[in-house]
Structure formats: C-alpha cells, structure tokens
C-alpha cells in the first residue's frame, strides 16, 4: 500500500509543473502517508507489558506449546497469548522419555521455526538441561543464543534460588526470563517422578520464597506446575508478576498445556489436569480457540476435575 501511494505522489511530481491542482494533489496523498495507521495485528502484538496489564485487569492468560511453523501460525492466528518452544519437545517431538536430551541446537532449530510463524503472540523458549546450571555466564551465553539466532522474545530457566544469579546476568543483558517452579521436569532425576509437588509445608514454603526471589530477579512471568490449587492461589496473589498453571488450578494469572495433550495426541492417558480440545472441535484451529476461550472464561480448568 505504501509502494502505490508513492509511486502516485512520483507521478504527480512529474506532471505538477506549474499545476497548481496537481500540487494539491501531491500534498493530499503525502498526508495520506503520514496518517497512515499500523496493522490491527501490531498493535495488538502481546509483550511482558501485555501480560502484566492482563493480570492487573483481571483478563487470564492463554499459553500453548509449539515446536514448528505450521502448528505455530494457526496457534497465533487463533489468538493464543504466548506460544512456548518447550524442552517436551523432547519427548513429544522426538520421543524421548524425559526432557533432558534435547540440545540448546535443537532447542534453537524448533524456536526458529515458531518464531516464523508469529505475527500476534508472545514467543517464550525454554533453555534445554545443561544449558544454564553450571555457572551464570553459560547461562547467558545459553539465552542470546537463542534471542539472536531464533528471534524469540523472552527465554524460560526452571528452579527458584539455585538459578537466581543465572536469572539476574540474563536479566540484566536485557533479555526477559519466565521463571518454572513446582514439578520441574528437567529434576526428574532428583524426584524420581511426576508426583504433584509441595504438598508438604517444607516444600510449600520454599516455593513461597523462591517466587518471590524469582519476582525480585526480574522475571515477568512465573509458570507453576502441578501443586495443589489453594497453594497456586496464594503464590499468585503474593506476587505482582503474573502466574501461568499447568495442573496447579483455576487461579492462576493463566493457563499452559503442551499441545499434543490438548489435540489429544498422545499415547497413553492424559494427565488429570489436561483435557482434550479436539473432541467435537472439528479442526485444529477449533481445538485451540476452544482452549483458548475456556481458559479466558474461567471454565478451564475445572478444579473438581484438574486440580489437587
């Protein structure tokens, strides 16, 4: 649109000689250009600050997780808030049977190909096992690997104290960090399984701190994963950063579900806090603007259904 306004104004440039019509003509369509708006689609493009007025307004926050661009394009087209490039792409992509195999490379190659694809959503990529624990520097290096060669917005680092100074040094590069606390798959090996977490008060306690810790880092955003809803409440409610639950209950600031257990693609049971969008969907993009409306209305999850 912009290329036929100013071949216009070329045109009328050429024939304006001693025209004083034509010279009209040619300050009308230069206000034409300089009143142009942008897009809807860029105006409306979900940042850290979107989230943080999400939260303040009471409006929940929908999250999907996307590893190519043709799942990611009708994810973003459909309204999804945040799409993150999750290290389960380990196993659901790659079918391995825990998140730790896969490399910062790979990680890298799934967020470029999401990233392709987004026009609206907020584009969150986890850094892999190995890619951040030894020492901070790592750490960063880990996250502007992945800002400059996939062009995502923010990174995501499970953990709470043990990974404050890695938060802090990539923080402090300017690059935005999602903090993970609850069940931490990339621990799977020090848990030695998928048990909801912090049903105990040690456990609780050390995750009212390390949110907090994880806030007063500089993380925009925190994800909670499966702990006990009146847990998940009260965490969300002390902090001022929005809270996003994967099997933690219906008060979180939002909600997050791996993709293929929200298409129902999966080869065992799903999990009790996931629930199949694509039973009466009839396509994909149904499937995700059915999730995406039952998390915005509150009716997903259902804590008598999907919650402990």
């Not at 701190?209 to 998940?232: R, T």
Request: glycine share 8%; net charge negative.
């Amino acid at each position: 649109m912009f290329a036929i306004v100013q071949v216009s104004i070329e045109y009328n440039l050429q024939h304006a000689v001693d025209d004083s019509d034509n010279q009209n003509n040619v300050q009308f369509y230069s206000l034409i250009i300089y009143a142009m708006p942008t897009s809807d689609k860029e105006l409306k493009k979900v940042t850290t600050n979107t989230l943080q007025k999400m939260k303040a307004a009471g409006e929940k926050i929908s999250m999907i997780t996307a590893y190519d661009f043709s799942f990611a394009r009708i994810f973003d087209d459909a309204g999804i808030d945040i799409i993150l490039v999750g290290d389960s792409a380990s196993n659901v992509m790659a079918g391995h049977a825990t998140t730790l195999p896969i490399t910062l490379d790979q990680m890298i190659y799934h967020a470029q190909s999401v990233t392709r694809a987004k026009e609206r959503s907020l584009i969150v990529v986890d850094i892999p096992f190995g890619s951040y624990q030894s020492n901070s520097e790592i750490a960063l290096a880990s996250a502007i690997r992945i800002m400059k060669e996939s062009g995502a917005n923010t990174v995501k680092i499970e953990g709470g104290e043990e990974v404050i100074d890695s938060v802090k040094k990539i923080v402090s590069a300017g690059i935005p960090v999602m903090g993970h606390l609850g069940l931490t798959p990339q621990s799977i090996n020090k848990f030695g399984t998928y048990v909801v977490r912090a049903t105990q008060e040690a456990e609780a306690e050390k995750l009212r701190k390390d949110a907090l810790m994880l806030q007063e880092a500089g993380c925009f955003a925190i994800v909670l994963e499966k702990i006990p809803s009146a847990l998940a409440k009260e965490v969300t409610g002390s902090l001022s950063i929005p809270t996003i639950g994967i099997g933690a209950g219906k008060h979180c600031d939002g909600q997050v579900l791996v993709m293929h257990d929200m298409l129902g693609v999966n080869l065992g049971k799903n999990p009790k806090f996931v629930r199949d969008f694509m039973q009466g969907a009839g396509s994909v993009r149904g499937a995700i603007e059915a999730y995406v409306q039952a998390v915005k209305n509150g009716s997903f999850p259902d804590d008598s259904l999907h919650a402990w």
